[in-house]
């Protein structure tokens, strides 16, 4: 499909512009007020334009329309009490604005002179009404349709009073311009009529000198039928009064001045990152608002389409003036801007599918058209239809307030098909909701759908039904009415009109000094715009948990680390946050799960920076509920069978009823560096593992180094220095565990290798407690004492020396035999040139030996050690994670990979 010609600069010669200000435009003095002045200074502009401006009634609470139609209602049920209260604030709200504008005495008198007679006409048509206990439409269009004659008799003394000498002020009477015809149900313009008495008007009044410009201020919604009686043009009438205007007056422009900046991508309520649009299309604009969207009705369009040349219609907001808004028009930034081939997302709620199925309906001519007939002979309205190539099934949604009896009359329609199981069942589902995606550019776009139905099934959205036309400017998918928001948000995010929210939960092992979750938290604060302008993802920290505390936060934004830190120190808490420390833990665990759950936001995840057990207990609980853990903490996974069990099941589903978690531990081995990730992209290779060895301890790392150093740079072995010195400089460092007594009774080390032998589904015959069982020990305390090493340092320094003498060194290695099932932790001794010999200090070591690399293995060495390492690494994880969440443009553009964090 080739892209639509670029709209002309001028699209009419014509020197007409028109305006509409709506109800809330024109609600008080003050507003009214605004309304002059933008139209002045939009005038001044284009000192060659002449200008028609109509206006709605009044609005404000209450709304003067919704008054004056309340008159009838109450007049024809003899309700004298409502009746004269509404006449009385209709009166008082006109007055008290008449007041404020500050017009003429003169200007104040005939405006108090013409409401005051208008209301006395409505009072004398009201008592014919409440005589006769009648209340026709006519009565109603005649009634309802003076707030627009006030309202621009006030504009139009406003404008006088504030304009300038070279323009003439006209007031205009729709109802002696528009003539419409009602002889059906629709409204339908007159247009020779209306042209002909338009230019009977203008023909009346022109201006007296040669050089003065016209300003039309006409009473929208209003109009006069086919025999001069007063009516309406409906829903949204005085929008359709400016395209008529704008049509009859062959404008310029039509701009419609309302309460929002333009038209957005999506409803701001339940997709808080909605857009304004730039240019839409009148197509794009029709379909969005047959969708319910806030936009501007369909038939108001349809004027600016039938003009020759085509009318654009703009959208912009009177109380912000200076922004440009939203154009209507022939082309859309769909066919500008083709990554954004969908403009927005419009939903329907309180909708219902009817589904009728069954073997019966293949092949058999009428099924369809008796269904059909059926429901318009009962007065049913069909939203959407799908129905199956197979012709198996036909599914139709509707409102939901309709359902049950659609339901009924079919099954007495379709009784005998019922009986003999040709149609097997007629059901309904509800409530549903349809959330649709438009774009005319969507035709030129491949993967379109695809995109947009993988957001569905990423943010776990069961797609009821489907359905698109061949224009392909619309894909609509029938979904739960409670997912209708999540729905929104998870397309409208896939296709970069907003950002994807990431709701993030961080627990803290400790207080003040809790060091990983801390760097974590500054790392996510420092980030966070990072990765909004990069991949589009805005990651909201909603929770944090940790030393008997949650802090939380219900309003939106972000808790940051000296958030968490002030509460702990009993500083003052911002309002938009809340913290508690006086709960049980369960309470406290229960409280930070909820807060972090939310419909509106399907990305949902906890990253657990302790080494707690107590909290490694909760991560397949999480992960049933679909958060996903990134976690540091590999007591779960190295716990108890049970625990690992329940935690296999969570990972697969078993638990939950939607889709699970995932669960996330590349930190749980080797710190910061790709341990996981090698060995998972080893084994979906098709490589066979056969051996992983290396040094898994980054506090052993250093100890061994320093005790039994490898030789310098000249060849000369420096002297080492006593076991018991540097476990003392790797705590002094922050290298050890909370517990030094882990460390140095390979606890740390089993739990690490026990996540590789999970990895590598040896689970079943290993456990904590057996690797620890079959490895080396040399420190057999149960707690930590400084003292007593003496006779340790004298061993390890005899076994130093005599490593020294065949040119050796003494490492802590770990390792894995997958062929021999075996799971090993010892003191090795390791030649000079050896990798593990040569390994820095506070850096770790992994050794792959596959059938690929056979003589040769692959090798990872880096820093395991550091806080600031493994927050980037932890962060790195979800990014990973949402790699396949966001665009493949924004993957190109900002290379969305695992060191993207620290960019």
């Given amino acids: 499909m080739s892209t639509p010609p670029a709209p002309p600069s001028t699209p009419s010669s014509s020197p007409w512009s028109v305006f509409k200000f709506g109800g809330t435009s024109v609600s008080s003095a003050k507003n009214y007020k605004n309304c002059a002045k933008i139209s002045l200074d939009d005038m001044r502009s284009k000192p060659a334009n002449d200008f028609a401006i109509v206006v709605s009634a009044m609005g404000g609470k209450p709304k003067t329309t919704d008054l004056l139609l309340g008159l009838v209602e109450a007049a024809s049920t003899r309700d004298d009490e409502t009746v004269a209260l509404n006449l009385n604030l209709i009166k008082e709200k006109h007055m008290t604005c008449l007041q404020e504008c500050e017009l003429s005495p003169s200007a104040q008198a005939r405006l108090n002179g013409t409401i005051t007679s208008d209301i006395k006409s409505i009072q004398d048509v009201l008592r014919t009404v409440s005589l006769m206990k009648w209340n026709p439409a006519k009565i109603s269009a005649l009634v309802s349709g003076y707030g627009e004659i006030w309202s621009g008799q006030i504009l139009t003394e406003v404008m006088q009073k504030l304009g300038g000498q070279d323009t003439q002020f006209e007031y205009v009477d729709a109802r002696n311009v528009i003539v419409v015809d009602e002889s059906n149900d629709d409204v339908v313009i007159e247009w020779e009529r209306s042209e002909e008495n338009l230019s009977k008007f203008l023909a009346s009044s022109p201006p007296e000198n040669p050089g003065t410009r016209r300003c039309l201020v006409v009473t929208g919604f209003v109009a006069s039928n086919t025999e001069g009686v007063a009516t309406t043009l409906g829903r949204d009438g005085s929008d359709y009064s400016a395209a008529i205007f704008g049509k009859l007056l062959s404008a310029a422009e039509v701009t419609i001045w309302t309460d929002v ?56 907001n009177t109380f912000n003036p200076s922004f440009r808004g939203s154009r209507i028009y022939t082309s859309s930034m769909t066919h500008k801007q083709r990554d954004r081939c969908v403009c927005g997302f419009a939903s329907i709620d309180s909708l219902a599918i009817l589904n009728v199925e069954g073997s019966g309906m293949v092949g058999v001519k009428g099924v369809a058209r008796r269904l059909f007939g059926t ?182 934004g972000s808790i940051t680390d000296s958030d968490w830190i002030g509460a702990l120190k009993g500083e003052r808490v911002s309002s938009k946050l809340q913290f508690t420390s006086n709960s049980s833990a369960k309470a406290l665990s229960d409280k930070f799960t909820g807060v972090l759950l939310s419909d509106e936001c399907s990305h949902n995840m906890v990253f657990d920076c302790t080494a707690l057990e107590e909290m490694a207990v909760l991560h397949p609980k999480w992960l049933a509920k679909s958060i996903h853990v990134i976690t540091a903490n590999n007591t779960g996974i190295s716990g108890s069978d049970e625990l690992r069990e329940e935690l296999d099941r969570a990972e697969l589903g078993e638990q939950g009823q939607g889709e699970p978690g995932r669960y996330l531990k590349e930190v749980c081995v080797g710190g910061s560096l790709p341990v996981i990730r090698t060995l998972t992209d080893l084994l979906k290779s098709g490589d066979r593992i056969r051996k992983i060895d290396g040094i898994l301890s980054v506090s052993f790392s250093h100890i061994m180094h320093r005790v039994s150093p490898p030789p310098g740079d000249d060849g000369v072995v420096p002297e080492g220095i006593k076991f018991s010195e ?157 790699a396949g969440k966001v665009t493949a443009t924004a993957s190109r553009k900002s290379g969305l990979q695992r060191n993207a964090s620290s960019a």
């Fill in 726 to 882: 540097a476990v003392k400089e790797a705590i002094d460092m922050g290298m050890m565990e909370v517990d030094p007594v882990k460390d140095l009774n390979n606890e740390y080390s089993a739990r690490c290798l026990m996540v590789l032998v999970n990895e590598l589904g040896m689970g079943d015959l290993w456990n904590k407690d057996r690797i620890l069982q079959a490895c080396e020990h040399i420190f057999a305390n149960e707690t930590w004492s400084e003292d007593g090493f003496a006779d340790l340092d004298a061993e390890i320094e005899k076994r130093q020396a005599a490593a020294k003498a065949n040119k050796c060194v003494v490492r802590h290695i770990s390792s894995i035999d997958v062929g021999k099932s075996s799971v090993e932790i010892k003191f090795l001794d390791v030649p000079y040139n050896h990798a593990f010999a040569t390994t820095p200090p506070a850096c770790e070591t992994f050794r792959f030996f596959t059938k690929t690399y056979q003589q040769f293995p692959l090798v990872i060495t880096g820093q395991a050690e550091g806080l600031e390492n493994t927050a980037n690494a932890l962060l790195a994880e979800m990014l990973n994670l949402m």
């Fill in 261 to 316: 900046d333009g038209v957005l991508s999506a409803d701001p309520r339940r997709v808080p990152g909605s857009l304004v649009l730039s240019e839409v299309s009148f197509n794009e604009a029709m379909e969005l608002a047959y969708f319910g969207a806030k936009v501007i009705h369909p038939k108001t369009m349809q004027p600016a389409i039938l003009s020759n040349p085509p009318i654009p219609i703009w959208i912009r």
């Fill in 375 to 556: 429901l318009e002979d009962s007065g049913i309205s069909i939203i959407l239809i799908a129905q199956a190539s197979s012709e198996h099934s036909i599914s139709l949604a509707l409102e939901q307030k309709d359902a049950s009896r659609a339901k009924a009359v079919l099954e007495e329609v379709f009784s005998r098909e019922l009986k003999h199981g040709h149609i097997s069942d007629v059901s309904v589902i509800a409530p549903a909701s349809i959330v649709a995606a438009v774009g005319d550019g969507m035709s030129a776009v491949t993967g379109v759908a695809g995109r947009f139905f993988r957001a569905l099934g990423e943010s776990k959205i069961n797609v009821l039904a489907i359905a698109q036309g061949a224009s392909e400017r619309n894909i609509s998918a029938m979904v739960p009415g409670a997912d209708a928001t999540r729905a929104l948000r998870a397309v409208h995010a896939a296709f970069r009109l907003s950002q994807t929210s990431v709701r993030v939960g961080v627990v803290l092992d400790g207080g003040v000094n809790a060091g990983l979750g801390r760097s974590l938290l500054q790392l996510l604060d420092r980030q966070r715009q990072h990765m909004i302008i990069s991949f589009d993802i805005d990651v909201q920290v909603v929770c944090v948990k940790g030393d008997g505390a949650v802090m939380w936060t219900d309003n939106g």
